[in-house]
């Protein structure tokens, strides 16, 4: 896969009268070439955050006039949110970022076998993380002095009709993201370590969504597809699993616990009710019992996903890139560059607004 040197690190590395390059020399050129190629792709996904932003405030401005109850109701706090991010920023995203040197990953075979194991991992990662994010969100809001709310509790709203919450974040979504965060941004790291491809991808997942919570659990997800990815170069197989995660934990919780007598429930599970008056109140509600089976299939998901997860970390493998970077300079590389830098500082600044500390 080697391909010539002056084509990947720059003609100046090797000039036609040194046809030979020592090591030292090389690792420096590809270092070089690394903390380019990072920093024009955090240059490149600034532009889509500041993107998604403004078309998100433009459209609803838009709305505000036309149908002003719209903007303040959860179907349409999800439409402006997958149409200014999904169907504008990330197309165009991915069309600035297309100019970026890339290299196909070697696919291998991956049955639905090995895709099926990584649903359960996937739930145990995604709950994993959303605790975590939960935990610290709380913890920096009361630190800040200001209510803990959940940042994608409008996205969820019983009001969404259920088919636009398939649409919005079943299918545009995760076919969009897992373009641009697979797709694009793999195929053009991937060339300099696929260790260093997965997590940094994964991180860039994750805090582009703008809030604590989600970008612990995105974060965890994304290594999951990007390893996918990378042993597949199918980006059919990630989105497979995103949309599942996408309809299991958000779509399908939020039609069920909006349901019948569950909401009620909930309420009195948190007031402290006692198991025998849970039973005799709801024993007799379908909703609730078609909640408690999904609770008792999670948890199932939960523990496989952790056991499988235990059995076969040991198995996961990784190639030798064309241009791997010297072992202890990936991070740096990566992400000590001016694009990458500008980037992290604008998604932690927008992270503090959405927890009211600006």
């Known amino acids: 896969m080697e391909e010539r040197i002056d084509e990947i690190v720059g003609a100046e590395v090797q000039p036609a009268e040194a046809p030979v390059i020592d090591e030292q020399a090389r690792a420096a050129a590809i270092v070089k ?4 190629i990072f920093s024009r792709i955090g240059f490149s996904s600034i532009a889509v955050l500041g993107i998604s932003v403004g078309a998100a405030a433009l459209l609803a401005m838009i ?3 036309a149908a002003p109850e719209f903007t303040s109701s959860g179907a349409g706090l999800l439409v402006i949110s997958v149409v200014s991010t999904h169907l504008i920023a990330i197309p165009l995203g991915c069309l600035i970022m ?37 935990l610290v969100s709380e913890f920096l809001s009361a630190a800040a002095g200001v209510p803990y709310e959940d940042p994608t509790a409008g996205l969820a709203a019983p009001d969404i009709p259920f088919p ?16 641009i965060f697979r797709r694009i941004l793999i195929d053009r790291m991937c060339n300099y370590g ?46 497979a699993l995103h949309a599942f995660v996408n309809f299991y934990s958000g779509a399908l919780i939020a039609k069920v616990t909006s349901a019948g007598g569950v909401p ?12 025998g008056e849970i039973i005799e109140q709801y024993a ?17 998901l939960f523990v496989a996903g952790l056991v499988i997860f235990i059995v076969k970390i040991r198995k996961l493998h990784f190639y030798q890139a064309p241009l791997q970077l010297p072992k202890g300079r990936g991070f740096a590389a990566a992400w000590l560059n001016p694009g990458m830098i500008c980037f992290v500082i604008t998604c932690i600044a927008y992270m503090c607004l959405s927890l009211a500390v600006l």
């Open 194 to 239: 696929e260790k260093l491809a997965i997590v940094t991808s994964a991180v860039m997942f994750g805090i582009f969504h703008g809030n604590i919570e989600q970008a612990t659990y995105a974060t965890l997800l994304g290594l999951i597809f990007g390893y996918v990815y990378l042993r597949t170069h199918n980006i059919w197989y990630t989105f």
């Open 98 to 134: 297309r100019r970026i040197p890339k290299v196909f990953p070697q696919p291998e075979p991956f049955g639905i076998g090995k895709l099926l194991l990584c649903v359960p991992v996937c739930v145990f990662f995604a709950y994993v993380g959303q605790l975590i994010g939960v």
């Open 284 to 300: 007799s509600d379908p909703s609730v019992l078609i909640f408690a089976a999904y609770v008792l299939f999670t948890a199932l």
């Open 33 to 36: 070439s690394a903390r380019k």
């Open 63 to 65: 709305i505000a006039v």
């Open 264 to 275: 009620e429930l909930l309420e009195d599970l948190a007031a402290g009710a006692s198991a």
């Open 164 to 179: 636009v919450m398939l649409l919005c974040l079943v299918i545009v979504g995760p076919f969009m993201e897992e373009l």
